[in-house]
């Protein structure tokens, strides 16, 4: 289905997982898009396509909506079925950070615009969710490649809650014979989710990069390269900040100036969390997390994503903490880390250098049983 196809939808169709062909029930929606601004979003597809494909790192107006609840059966999964302006997905979360994810698998053209992503993602106007995953073909030798689209529409490297939801959405399409574990192309290079027997997944997220230009960050190093509890003011405030990129920016703080123990639930997040994103030391923004330590192997944190705001889990970012409080003398190398949504175990591990997150994925509950 073409770009042009896709945007002039009149019907999304809403499945509730798991895929079967016996227990597949729809929630149709549907959806008028403005069409005036196809031809520009199509471009704009292309040319993220392009600027993916070349990451260094890869080296290693809804104008009107009516929802109607429809009780269909069908002979076959959905997936089968192509009908030609109509966008299939299903929702998936990890922890709470919700996605719609697309069989974009025929393709490596995204099948929705950045423009059509900000559309879906708004919670009172469209589906709802923290950004719009695509599951494409491989690269260069990999099984599969990712690409997520902020609620913003702003393109991320990469997300780690929407990776461990990446690897349940393939195997809930594909018969992977067995398989458990796979290779994934993303903005942030190789990514290998491995779904374990309890069901979660388990994900190399690759080496953290802290040199301070790769992050980006402005802010001038002050060990080695990198940016290690650093101050910066925000807001007339100082900040003790260290800087972490997991293919994606991270500014990580544990607390302000004079004052080191954050009560992260204290904190006005939808003010701040702005001021840290657009901050000028920033150049491609960043997301921000806020830390509470409870002891050396416990963390709670709450974040401020850029492009999408508060969530309530970001696997990424919690990556980029437990790195943090490494660095900053916090903490050990296997640690929880708590979330607004639930927990993630992160282990940065000596050997090889490479960040391990652990945690679930799941598709959205309809609760439709037989
Ligand atoms: N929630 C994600 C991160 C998504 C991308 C982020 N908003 C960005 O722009 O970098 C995660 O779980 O990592």
């Not at 929802?67 to 076959?76: D, F, G, L, M, P």
């Not at 106007?125 to 719009?132: E, L, R, S, T, Y």
């Not at 290779?183 to 027997?197: D, N, R, S």
């Not at 949504?341 to 959205?364: K, Q, S």
């Amino acid at each position: 289905m073409s770009i042009a196809a896709a945007a002039a939808a009149a019907t999304v169709t809403v499945v509730s997982p798991p895929i079967t062909s016996s227990n597949l029930r729809s929630l149709s929606i549907t959806n008028s898009f403005k069409s005036s601004s196809l031809a520009l979003q199509s471009k704009t597809a292309t040319s993220t396509t392009t600027s993916l494909i070349r990451n260094p790192r890869f080296r290693s107006s809804v104008s009107a909506m009516s929802v109607s609840a429809q009780e269909n059966r069908y002979q076959t999964s959905f997936l089968d079925r192509r009908e030609s302006g109509v966008l299939h997905f299903v929702k998936y979360h990890g922890l709470g950070n919700d996605f719609i994810m697309v069989n974009n698998l025929d393709s490596m053209e995204p099948k929705v615009t950045p423009e059509q992503a900000v559309k879906l993602c708004d919670r009172n106007f469209g589906i709802g969710a923290d950004g719009v995953i695509f599951a494409m073909p491989g690269w260069s030798g990999t099984d599969y490649t990712m690409r997520i689209f902020n609620s913003d529409g702003s393109e991320p490297e990469m997300c780690g809650n929407g990776v461990r939801c990446f690897a349940k959405f393939i195997s809930d399409l594909s018969n992977l014979n067995g398989r458990q574990s796979f290779t994934v192309h993303t903005g942030a290079g190789l990514i290998i989710p491995e779904i374990q027997h309890d069901g979660k997944v388990k994900v190399d997220m690759g080496e953290p990069v802290l040199k301070a230009s790769d992050i980006p960050t402005k802010i001038p190093p002050n060990k080695d390269q990198s940016v290690v509890k650093t101050q910066i003011e925000v807001d007339g405030v100082n900040w003790n900040v260290t800087c972490v990129s997991m293919g994606n920016p991270h500014c990580v703080t544990f607390g302000r100036e004079g004052d080191e123990n954050l009560v992260v639930d204290e904190l006005n997040l939808a003010d701040i969390g702005p001021k840290f994103e657009h901050h000028k030391l920033f150049p491609a923004r960043t997301n921000t997390e806020f830390v509470q330590v409870f002891s050396r192997s416990h963390l709670k944190m709450r974040v401020w994503e850029r492009g999408a705001g508060a969530t309530l889990a970001c696997g990424t970012g919690a990556c980029a903490v437990v790195v943090a409080a490494i660095l900053e003398g916090r903490s050990e190398r296997n640690c929880t880390v708590d979330l607004p949504g639930g927990p993630l175990e992160i282990e940065w591990r000596e050997d090889d250098n490479h960040v391990y997150m652990t945690g679930p994925a799941e598709g959205a509950d309809l609760g439709v049983d037989e």
